[in-house]
């Protein structure tokens, strides 16, 4: 896999698993930040609004470096655990994964519990497609109109397309690029005499 590659869910996906009476509903969400989740755990909580439990977990960012799970008062590392491994296990990111239980009123042990969660949380995962993306570093470049020619030479031959671009006396333009081809790029321009090239912000 490339490092700027990473995979999201193009579509919801559900997951149910039952034992001994207990139900376990699983629910995929695409998020793309912290509040995102919440908002989607808080809507699960409404929508199953007399269940006992709604374990969770959530993973956001390309860097995977944001990242939770709630057990929701079932034991420790039992529910939160074990789904949001689940979500590492598919190698996925921009996710949380609720999983609501109604209790069966037979008690499922610690063992009953991880394999309940974690086979609804998987069942759900499995159920959505899963789309690729990259990671893209977006640029600007600043030149005179004199190096209209040498700028677009090089943007033709890295298949760039321009964006928000002002062309007068003194020409502007951002382009974007994956994160694998920034430096090569960066450094074409920057060779490029009289054309100031910026780092803006990655996407």
Do not use: W
């Not at 939770?68 to 420790?76: A, C, L, N, T």
């Not at 991880?114 to 499995?126: F, H, P, Q, S, V």
């Not at 890295?158 to 430096?183: I, M, P, V």
């Amino acid at each position: 896999m490339n490092d700027d590659t990473y995979y999201m869910l193009a579509t919801r996906g559900e997951g149910l698993y039952k034992e001994k009476g207990s139900k376990f509903i699983a629910e995929t969400f695409t998020v793309m930040n912290e509040d995102e989740a919440k908002a989607a755990v808080a809507s699960v909580k409404k929508n199953y609004f007399d269940a006992r439990h709604h374990c969770y977990a959530y993973m956001i960012g390309p860097d995977k470096k944001t990242f939770r799970s709630s057990d929701d008062g079932e034991p420790s590392g039992t529910a939160g655990k074990p789904i949001l491994n689940q979500i590492l296990s598919k190698d996925v990111t921009n996710v949380c994964v609720v999983v609501t239980r109604y209790f069966g009123g037979i008690k499922l042990g610690t063992s009953g519990l991880i394999n309940a969660y974690k086979t609804a949380a998987r069942d759900a995962l499995d159920n959505a497609q899963v789309v690729g993306k990259t990671i893209n570093e977006i640029y600007s470049l600043e030149f005179e109109y004199p190096l209209m020619n040498e700028v677009m030479r090089v943007m033709k031959e890295e298949g760039l397309e321009q964006q928000n671009q002002r062309f007068e006396l003194d020409c502007y333009l951002e382009f974007s690029t994956r994160k694998n081809s920034a430096s090569r790029i960066f450094e074409k321009f920057s060779n490029l005499f009289g054309v100031k090239i910026t780092y803006l912000k990655t996407v």
